[in-house]
Each structure stands twice: as structure tokens, then as C-alpha cells.
């Protein structure tokens, strides 16, 4: 028998194979049908052939295969009812349901036609599934004018896998370059049989995410824009370099321009810059935003970084959606450079703040131009755990109104760890030494202790020194409870106790200026019986106690269970005394801190709780409450949440004893303590509701309520709907607060990504 497989299955493979970037070479001929080919025009892989008859034609030298025809080659697999080869000229023919599967791809028609001569072929009335994002390209003739490319006629796609897809492209013609794009020429837009859109040119990317094109638009209202709808054009030229170039109009204010461009020369060395313009019809102003974000390895040791911020005072709140950043004060820009070394680093660091508040006076924000510091980590000493570490920092700062200047801090350190009958003790000592360089370009009002009023100064003292000492000791105690039966098998409860012990002495004058928090490490206290409430300044000390006892809970689930999970609970109580009891209520001096309380559970993911408060132990009350309660289905088809905030004091920060350390730059420890009653505008109370369900396999609700207790006004709400499947998807969301409203639509349509017409 002549070596029809070898030809044949060639002929099919090797022209279609470069459609999955795969090369095969001739097989060779087998003298019985349903048999292996062994080896012929240096075949790499076998190919078997099956099919109930097989005929030769001498005088043409063209082989017939007929019946339940099969032809396999490694990861391919060729079937069909006719298949016809002809010897000379390399064409073949397979007929009748033909398919040629691979790992990849299939290609079904009723009849391809091929030469594997050339490589080149037709399908006719045929499709191309391709399984790596499920692409459906048909059409009649699909024409195979190169190794991975097709053109074709009267051409058809869509991701949907329904006989009857939700969507799909029809187009007079289509070019398909397989793994890179398509492109489309007298292009219908179809949503459930329906024409909706007519384009002259589409361009679709096709399993390729990084590829220029338009985006695909997106739009909606709101009562502060009006109509708004968003198109960008995305460019990538080349592998390391994108760019992102927007057109965003709002009916109600106008049309804005934004571009953002990316640059990565290598995975250490990263660019990205944005801008945005719009003339806002509204205001009647420029509305801008430039940000430059600059990343950079030197060497494996020495790293740089930049951020530029500059945009308008009212950017953010006008034309921004995000919470946050419709809620930030300030904006900053720095620039920042670190030697890392085995032994600690050296830093440079610039930072420039701009005020965004219309409200805010800008000439009193602390610029720091520049920083330059040298940290040493924590080192053993002597092989003994005797540890020395040292902060080291000079700086200058500039305001357009008060005092600015220069300013050297050095910090070493010094500690000992040791265990003594399973109790763990860190006891530590160190100096700090602040000097200052200063000019006062505005007289300063100043409070005399002595007076009781508030007097002008021309300077601030020009040196503080800082002796501290501390010790820490904590331990661990265990216990195991096992259970006979319920769904635990067992509970593990540690009992951490922990105190430390904090002094400080000062030396120097006690004004000083307020850049940071190395300067704020005072006793501040609010004499509620001097009118105005004036901060008087005491010499930098302190003499303090802290304590906490924390009760960490291990709940181990029984093998048996359909879920064995781990469940954590964690309780701690803390507190501070002051032994110099600088902290006054009224007349009367106050020793004991407010009583700090956290707690925290975990049940496997799916339930959550976190709480942490403050309670006055003078007053009997409670101070501040922050709760975060969140429960998750263990299917997934459901989750809801509450939280709550209550503060009488909200510039306070919670700042657990835990933490308490001597010199802690950021946390002045006086602020801690109660200092005064707040006034009615420094309460916050508000409670949060959010949750979500999924109905079904498609359909997914959510939404987010922030109610403010204290006002009783409902501040934000925000809520979706989304429909999703195979192919496509479509969400619906609505969002509400006092200054906006607004609506949003976004569909989604599988396999576009990218949009050019």
C-alpha cells in the first residue's frame, strides 16, 4: 500500500500546524490500513491512519481514503469521511465533517483544502475555535494565506459559546493573525440577533493584552457632570513602553484630556507619568493634575524613588470618585534616595506639601528640603545580647511664616535581653541630642507658665538633650483544654502579662519649634480654666508605667467536621500611668491614662470581628469605639458587614501601650491621656452597613451604607448590580452623598479588549 497517511497527514498538519506555532515533518507509509507510519522524509513523529478503504490511481498519482477517515500524529488528530491526495502536486482534500484537533485550537468544516507544498489552504464553510479565550472565527472561504494568518470572506466572531450568541461581529471580510489581532472590514455589531452598531474598521486584539487599539467606552451621570463618557486610545510601540490617552466628557463642565505614560526599563527601573487638563465650564478655571512616579536600582545596594504631585485645590473633590482621595488635605511630593548595607543605611529625602483645603493657610505646611540620615540597625555586641543601634538625621525645614531653619538629631541606643525564671526583661538606655540652627521670619506667641498668658518670641531655644532608660518584661503562659466531645477538639489559651518602665530626662530650654514629632516629645496638657484653652509647654520628660495583659484563645476544630478549621480570639486590656501626673482635668491632676481595650476574632475567613476602645476611668465613660464585624458564607454565595466609629475626641489616635517605647519620634505619649472634654464639632459617630449576595451562577448585588449617628444624615451610599456569563457581563451602579449622585453603566464584553474604529 502507498504511503497515503504520510502525504496526507502531512499535507493537513504541516499547513495548519503553524495555526498552534507547531512544525511537523513528513511521516512515513504503513502497509496495512489502521497501521503506524514508521518513518519517511526523516519524519520526527508517526502518524497512524484509519479508515474503512483506501484506493491508489497510478496515472495520477492520487491516493482515496473513504470512510470514518482518522488520521493521528502527536497532539494532532485529523478526521473526516473522504480525504484525497495528490503525489505530484501536494494537494489534498479532506471532505465530509472534517475536523483537526489539537491542545489548542479546532478547526471544523465541511471541506479543507490544502497543499503542503506551500502550506497554504482553504477551509470552506468552516470555523476556527480557539480554546485559549474561547474565540469562535467562521466565515466562507476561510483562506490560509500564511503561517499563522487567514482571510475571510463574509466572516463572523464572537466569544459566546451558545449556537445562538448573546453577541457577536459580523464583517465582509476579516483578517486573522492568530495570537496577535483582528482586523475587520464593513463590521455589524450584533446583541441578540440584533444590529446595534455599523463600523466601517474594527481592530481587535487576539490573546495579546499589551496591543494599541481604542478601549473600549465607558460612561454615566452624575448631578455634579452631567452626562459622562470616557474614551482612551491605548499605544504600545514596544514591549517596555505603553501609553494611555484619554478623552473624558462631562456635559455639565467639558471636555478633558488625560495621558499617562509608562516606562519600564528594566524590572527595577520604573517610569509612569500622568496628566490631566480640563477648562471647567462650571468654575470657570483650569482644572489640572500632574503626577511622576520614579523608581530606580543604582546598584543591588543603592536605590532611588520620586513622586511629583501638583494639581488645582479642588481636583480631587470635584472630579474624582475615590473616597479617599476626595478626602485628602494635603498632597505631597518627594524625592527619596537609600543605601542599603548589612550594617544599616544612609537615606536622602526631599519632601514639598501643598494644601489642598481652600481653607488651610498653605505658609504655615513644614516643607522638609531636604532630610539626609544615617540609621545603624540593631547590632550584637561581644557575641553577648547586648544590642547598639543609632538614628541620626539633619534637616532643613522652611515655612513662609514662622520659624524655619535647620536641625541635627542623633540617637544611640542601647539594650540587653535576658530570660530569668521564663520571664523575658529588655532593659535599654539611650541619649538623645537635638540642635537647631534657626530663623523666625514672623514673631511667635509663646505661653508663659509664669504669667499665664501667651507672650512673643523672636527664636526658639536652640538645643535639647534627651537621656532615657527603660525595661520591658513579658511572658508567656500556656494552657490546653481537650474535649471529649462538641464540634471542638480542643482550646489553647495564652496569657501574655507584659509592663515597662519609661524615664526621661531633659536639659536645654523648653520652646521649641513643632517641624515633626521629634520636637513634640513634650507633656502638652489644656488647662480648661485659662480662656481659650492655651497649650502650655512643659521641659520634655517622662516618667511612665505601662501595663497590658493579653488573653489569645486557639479553637481547633475536630478532623471529622466538614470543615476543620482553626478559630482565633484575642482580648487585651492596657494602660498607662504617669508618675509625674502632668495631665489635668479641670484643677485636679490625673495619674491613669484611659483604659485601652482590643479584641479581635477569626473563624476560618468567615467571620471577623475587630473592636478596639478607650474608656475613661475618671469620667466612667466610654471614650472611643472602633468595630468591624464581617460574616462570609461558607459557599460564598453571600457576605454582610457592619462597622461602627465613636469618638469624642477625633483628633485622637489610638495607640495601644503594647507599643510603648521611650523616644518614639511619631507618638507624643501625652496625647494619650484625657485633656480636656471635646467641643460638639470634634464628636464623630457613624455606622456602616455593607453586604452582598449571588443569586444563582450570574447574578451578583452589593451595597455599602455610611450613616453618620451623630448628625443624623445619611452621608454615602453605594450600590451594584451585576449580570455575568460566558461572554459577557453588564453591571449597573448607583452611588449617592450630599454633594453627588450618580450613575454608572459598564458592559463587558469577553475577548475585547481594545476597540480601534
Sequence with gaps: MRPLVCALAAAIIMAFAPVFSVSYALAAGADNIGGTIKSIADAKEPVTIQADSLRYDRKTDTYFAEGHVKITQKGYTLTSQKAVLNEKTGEAEARGKAYLVSSDNIIFADVIKVNFNTKLGVIEKGNILVKKGDYHIGGNPLEKVGEQEYVIKDGKFTTCDARSPFWYMHATSLDVRMDRDIFARGAVFYIKGVPVLYMPYVWLPMLKPRTSGFMIPSGGYNTEDGVRIVESYYWAPVGNFDSTLTLDYRSLRGLGVADEIRYARSKDTLLRLYGYYMRDRIVHSNRYNVSLNYRELFTPDLSGMAGINLSDKQFFRDLTNAARERTQRTLDSNVWLDDLQNWGRGYFFGQYTEGLDPTQNNDAIVQRLPEAGLDVVRKQLLNQPLYVSLDSSANDFYKTKGVSGGRFDIFPRLSYDFNLAGINFEPKTGYRETVYSLDNNHETAKFDPNTGSSVLVDKSDEERGLFGAGIKAQTDLYKLYLFNSGPFEGVRHTLVPAIAYNYVASQGGINFPDFDGVDTLDSEYVMPSIPGNVVKTLPPRRNMIAYSLTNRFVLKYRDGTPEPRVDYLTVKLSQFYDFYADTFIGTKRRSFSSLYGEVNYSSSSRITLDNDFRYDIYHGSIRSVDTSLGYNAQDGSWHAGIGQRYSLDAEQTFMSPSYFDFFTPSTNFATDFLLNQADEESTVNFLTLDGGIKLGTHW???????????????????????????????????????????????????????VKF
Design 700 to 754: 451578583n448585588f452589593s451595597a455599602k451604607i455610611w450613616y453618620d449617628w451623630h448628625t443624623r444624615n445619611l452621608r454615602e451610599t453605594d450600590g451594584s448590580a451585576g449580570y455575568s456569563s460566558q461572554c459577557w457581563g453588564i453591571t449597573f451602579n448607583y452611588f449617592n452623598s450630599p454633594l453627588r449622585k450618580q450613575y454608572m453603566v459598564m458592559l463587558n464584553l469577553k475577548g475585547i479588549g481594545n
